[in-house]
């Protein structure tokens, strides 16, 4: 999974080359201690392709969210907390590791930095054309946000 997802980041990346830079897009909320930079959109075949590196300072957290497409990310420093909406599954990707966020409200998760250090991933978005980056979704009961 680690050259997969790697080599999606770069192909994303390289695709960068071609496409011109754009704002950051709006993360989903509450967050807290992140920040991102978008360094690459390709439209193709009603597709929206975008490549961002995704900051969250220690203690930090993206808020509860989903995707309405396939998110890859690789863990290029530092270590994610990654919880779902269950509250009982919780995975940690620390640096190196890659992963696949699935689409769908279904999918509701929190992405936490609980360590001293800044994390930092590279993500690729697939999702369909025009979709934002994230949808909010409420704390599903969870006792951190």
Not at 38 to 47: H, L, P
Not at 79 to 97: E, P, Q
Request: aromatic letters at 6%; hydrophobic letters at 35%.
């Amino acid at each position: 999974m680690h050259r997969i997802g790697r080599r999606i980041v770069l192909l994303g990346a390289m695709a960068s080359a071609t496409a011109a830079l754009t704002p950051d897009l709006a993360n989903a909320t509450p967050s807290s201690g992140v920040s991102a930079t978008v360094t690459s959109t390709v439209a193709f075949g009603g597709k929206d392709y975008v490549v961002r590196q995704i900051t969250i300072q220690p203690g930090g957290s993206t808020g509860w969210h989903w995707h309405d497409g396939t998110l890859y990310a690789y863990v290029e420093q530092g270590t994610l907390t990654h919880t779902d909406s269950t509250c009982t599954k919780t995975d940690v990707y620390a640096k190196g590791a890659s992963f696949v966020e699935p689409s769908g409200a279904d999918h509701v998760h929190i992405g936490r930095n609980l360590g001293t250090a800044p994390l930092v991933l590279d993500v690729l978005y697939v999702d369909p054309a025009g979709s934002p980056l994230s949808e909010d979704a409420p704390n599903p009961g969870c006792g951190f946000q």
